[in-house]
């Protein structure tokens, strides 16, 4: 595109506004996370900069899931709204000819007004390990790399204490950030994954569906698991972490590369 796909400079009145939805999808790898930090590059940042450019004012956005440093999104919702005349079409197509490499934006649709990416009823996550003596490369960035067996039946089974209704303090050491730490988690399980041509790992998806997530709460439950999955801790023992609310009884924490927002509802 030659120019940008924003029209007209006045301000305006939040009755004229318009509201729109992007679909966004991030490797985060070289990302500090979503939200902006002075210094550090974001996603929120890289959108904000590109959309403030091409619709010639700066725009504030908010999103469905705040992924934290390193943590990939498949699924992203974000949402704004923008005094600015533009079709959706064409401010994707500015988006995706601009942003960088490991940014894209899949759909940009109108949205009701007071449209909030942030009020989904439910997120889910996918957590990946690689199971083998020997390295991933081709998904080196995506996936928690376990060396040895694991007991994936002991795994199965461990994936059943982080589903219902509680205070998941003991699974985030931002615990007293917090209002409450009770969430609803709607389901989690682990699955096997058929390996890739070629390969001749054991992969493991752990999807996750809440209401909401506290910060590092995936990523210390599936550290977690790992451990009781190789002998480290106890189903018994990880009921007691998680009813002491203290993090520091609770396993590792995963790495943040097997981690991704797959999938948000409305």
């Not at 699974?171 to 096997?192: D, H, N, Q």
Request: proline fraction near 6%; glycine fraction near 8%.
């Amino acid at each position: 595109m030659s120019g940008p796909v924003g029209r007209g400079e006045g301000p305006a009145d939040s009755r004229e506004l318009s509201w729109y939805r992007l679909d966004v999808e991030y490797e985060g790898t070289a990302f500090k996370g979503w939200a902006k930090q002075p210094g550090q590059r974001t996603v929120q940042a890289e959108l904000e900069r590109v959309l403030a450019m091409l619709l010639r004012r700066p725009v504030a956005l908010r999103v469905a899931g705040r992924t934290d440093a390193g943590v990939h999104a498949w699924a992203q919702v974000v949402s704004f709204a923008t005094a600015a005349a533009v079709r959706p079409d064409e401010l994707r197509l500015g988006l995706n000819a601009v942003l960088p490499d490991d940014v894209a934006v899949w759909a940009v649709s109108q949205a009701p007004p007071g449209f909030d990416a942030r009020a989904a009823r439910s997120r889910t996550y996918q957590y990946r390990l690689w199971v083998s003596p020997v390295r991933p490369v081709r998904e080196r960035r995506c996936v928690w790399h376990v060396h040895g067996a694991l007991d994936t039946e002991v795994l199965q089974a461990a994936a059943g204490r982080f589903v219902g209704r509680r205070d998941w303090s003991a699974l985030t050491p931002s615990a007293r950030l917090y209002r409450t730490c009770e969430r609803e988690v709607l389901g989690a399980a682990w699955r096997p994954k058929p390996a890739a041509p070629g390969t001749r790992a054991d992969e493991w998806v752990f999807d996750i569906t809440a209401e909401s997530f506290l910060h590092n709460m995936v990523r210390v439950a599936v550290g977690t698991m790992v451990d009781v999955a190789r002998g480290r801790m106890s189903l018994e023992e990880t009921d007691h972490a998680l009813a002491s609310g203290e993090r520091r009884h609770m396993g590792r924490t995963a790495p943040a590369r097997g981690l991704a927002l797959v999938g948000v509802e409305y």
